[in-house]
């Protein structure tokens, strides 16, 4: 008598006691009130073929441009560009990123390609112009400097101030970078801007500004981005242009 004998594969060596719950959509897991929300919002209205290259696809076309653009601008936004490694993880873990990147996960060497055959120029460069961009349509005054997170005494306490000493000293500190950057300018360039202990925002903004006229006069070129090195005319721009935001 011939017998026939059926296997099957053992399912519970692969159990795990941890197992996903319902409903498995990642935008009903992320909080209503993250700032991908708002940043998808902000997005709507952005031509992005103005930043993209038009490309003729052989074979495999890759990845959405449209995807990859968004989540990159993201990490702009949040700080995290800089590294495309840890981009590459981002996308397998951090779930807006899964939500933007549609739950694929395109490696680093992925975001490097686009970067360098996609895009017209530095994401850096590109969300500088969009930030500017949404200022305009929002209406927003670049001139007031906006404070978000600071604490502040309340009223049974306001002849009390605890964080004083501290914002004091990190003045003082800055302040002295400033005359120290100011004299070097001087030195190196025969200029004579007045240095002293107590500076304004405006003023050292002046000296930025006149910085980037004399590159846009004598044809300076003007880098941002990985692998462009800048020149020190640009690296002091930047120097003072930064300063004049924190003061």
Partial sequence: MKTTTFTQPNYRSNYIAMQLQLPMEIEKVIDPKDELYSFAEAMKGIDLSQYLKKRKHRGNPGYCPTMMFNVMMF???????SDLRELEKLCKTDLRYMLLSREQTPSHMAFQRFEQ???????????????????DQ??????????DGTKLEANAYKNSFVYKTRVLHARERLNERVTEAIIQLNQKYG???????????????????????????EGIPIQY???????????????????????
């Fill in 225 to 247: 981005g990985r692998g462009k090195r800048k020149t020190e005319w640009q690296q002091e721009y930047d120097e003072f242009l930064g300063y004049a935001m924190k003061l």
């Fill in 191 to 217: 200029y004579a801007y007045p240095y002293h202990w107590n500076y304004a925002s405006q003023e050292i903004g002046y000296i930025a500004q006149y910085l980037m006229e004399v590159m846009v006069r």
């Fill in 138 to 147: 929002m209406g927003v005054n670049r001139e007031i400097q906006y404070i």
């Fill in 117 to 135: 055959n996609v895009l017209k120029k530095a994401m850096r460069e590109i969300f500088a112009e969009i930030a500017e961009h949404l200022c």
């Fill in 75 to 81: 990490a702009e936004m949040e700080g995290k560009n």
